[in-house]
């Protein structure tokens, strides 16, 4: 089988598809055929090891993910597909179920076929979603929902989402706005139609207006994109608001949030990354209360330019792979 590999640090072009042995599955695994899966952030920013915080936590990145080359070698958070077989044990899977499934930060599944154990993310997809629509809401709707019930969003509550159009942003506009919240949602004045779209109650073009200046306050504030520090939206927090911090824009930011209350994060350990998230996302999906939102699609030989579309940080949603 095909796999798309990393075998050193460097621009899309050091992804390139080889030939690896196609994995069997064990007792309690699940083998599935990959139809589709994505190229998002994490992908391109271990890839290029163009991480936020700057030099030292590039540093200690790579001491963790591997200093010359990844130690994993094959991307790839998430992957939809169908089951082509069960090993011993495996009951609530069979052959021909449609599926989507994560190895979380082990990644692993820019590739043709993988095997999922008890300790992997899998869920069935519903029927009449598509392979694509199905993957396109996996990693951004579930750092959705594990940052909203990290700081015990509630309705009637006002959010200011920073970031708004990205995999993580579209998805947390629309879960918010479902949970009863008062959506205002910061992008580019490029996407401000697709953010409204989404269900936001306000949209803000940061390249017309600083959220932080206009004299508003809100419950909860998320950054999605890294240039909205506690340090800087703290006047636009209300008195008891939460700040959630996706991402960071340097290494100080990340170390001051671990003193400050007010300042929420999550890890890869969290609980919410689970196979019942991921069939509840697919349920929303299925029921209408979200939708996906794709950027573009690739075809799998096509993955390097995947990548480059990341890179650009302009993409609007999930860059979507598709395999034959």
């Not at 460097?10 to 992804?15: D, H, L, R």
């Not at 390249?207 to 636009?236: L, Q």
């Not at 939460?242 to 890890?267: G, P, Y």
């Not at 998230?277 to 573009?296: E, M, W």
Request: glycine share 10%.
């Amino acid at each position: 089988m095909r796999a798309a590999v990393v075998d050193r640090y460097g621009p899309p072009e050091v992804v390139t598809l080889r030939e690896v042995p196609k994995p069997v599955p064990g007792e309690n695994e699940v083998l599935v055929r990959a139809r589709a899966t994505t190229v998002n952030s994490g992908d391109a920013r271990v890839r290029g090891i163009n991480v936020p915080g700057g030099p030292l936590f590039a540093f200690l990145m790579r001491l963790s993910l591997g200093f010359d080359r990844p130690k994993q070698p094959v991307g790839g958070f998430e992957m939809a597909g169908v089951v082509e077989a069960v090993g011993p044990g495996v009951s609530a899977f069979k052959p021909g179920d449609r599926v989507v499934g994560s190895h979380g930060f082990r990644f692993g599944l820019h590739q043709e076929y993988a095997t999922f154990s008890k300790d992997d993310v899998l869920a069935h997809i519903p029927d009449g979603l598509s392979d694509e629509d199905a993957v396109a809401v996996l990693f951004g709707g579930t750092t959705s929902v594990m940052f909203f019930r990290a700081c015990a969003l509630k309705a009637g509550e006002s959010i200011l989402i920073n970031g708004a159009s990205g995999s993580v942003g579209t998805m947390a506009v629309q879960i918010a706005k479902s949970m009863g919240a008062e959506v205002t949602a910061v992008c580019s004045a490029a996407n401000v139609v697709l953010v409204r779209s989404l269900g936001a109650d306000h949209v803000i073009a940061y390249d017309r207006e600083d959220f932080t200046r206009n004299g508003k306050r809100y419950d909860v504030i998320m950054d999605n994109h890294g240039n909205a520090p506690f340090s800087r939206v703290k006047g636009a927090l209300a008195p008891d608001g939460r700040h959630l911090m996706v991402i960071f824009d340097k290494l100080s930011t990340f170390v001051s949030a671990k003193w400050n209350k007010q300042v929420v994060e999550v890890n890869q350990d969290d609980d919410a990354w689970n196979s019942a998230t991921y069939a509840h996302l697919l349920d929303l999906v299925a029921r209408g209360v979200i939708r996906p939102v794709i950027d573009s699609s690739y075809d799998f030989e096509d993955i390097a330019e995947a990548h480059r579309r990341v890179d650009t940080g302009r993409k609007a949603g999930s860059v979507v792979v598709t395999f034959a």
